[in-house]
C-alpha cells in the first residue's frame, strides 16, 4: 500500500475535537484519540486500514456540550483523501460527501465547540475588588 499525503486546501477552519467514528462493520463507537473536524472533512485514527480513493459511509458523533443533548450524529458518505500510519493505528482523512445543509450543520456546531474551548473563567468585578482588599 502507499501512502500519498495529498496537497492541502481548507476552505473551513479545522477544530481539534473528540470525534466518536463508526464504519462500516463496526459494532462499537471508536472514539479517536487524536481529530480534526471541519465543514469538508474530518482526520481520526482508526485500526481499520483502507485505501486512498476508497468510498465509505461514515457515521459521527460532535459534541458541542458535555450532556447528550449537546452532541449530534452525523451520517455521511466520505472519500478516503488521506492515510498514515501511526504509533499502531492508521491516521485517515476523508472528504465529506455532503450537501449544503449538512455542511451547514457541522460549521456551526463547530463553531460552537471553538468558541467554547478559547474561552476561559474571567474574574467578576467583585472578585476583582475583594482580591484588592
Known amino acids: 500500500m502507499t501512502y500519498v499525503k495529498s496537497k ?10 473528540p470525534v466518536k467514528v463508526k464504519l ?5 463507537w471508536t472514539e479517536s484519540a487524536y481529530s480534526d473536524v471541519s465543514g469538508c472533512g474530518l482526520l481520526f485514527d482508526t485500526a ?12 459521527f458523533e460532535l459534541r458541542g456540550s458535555p450532556d447528550a443533548n449537546g452532541s449530534m450524529l452525523f451520517f455521511a458518505p466520505a472519500k478516503i483523501v ?17 450537501n449544503d445543509d ?22 467578576t468585578s467583585r472578585d476583582a475588588l475583594l ?3
Open 8 to 17: 492541502e486546501e481548507r476552505r473551513y477552519a479545522r477544530v481539534k475535537t
Open 24 to 28: 462500516p462493520g463496526d459494532l462499537t
Open 48 to 59: 481499520r486500514r483502507m485505501s486512498i480513493g476508497d468510498f465509505t459511509p461514515l457515521q
Open 82 to 98: 488521506w492515510i498514515a500510519p501511526f504509533k499502531g493505528y492508521f491516521r485517515t482523512a476523508v472528504e465529506l460527501l455532503i
Open 102 to 123: 449538512m455542511r451547514y450543520e457541522i460549521v456551526k456546531l463547530l463553531e460552537i465547540i471553538k468558541n467554547k474551548s478559547i474561552m476561559t473563567p474571567r474574574q
Open 131 to 133: 482580591q484588592n482588599n
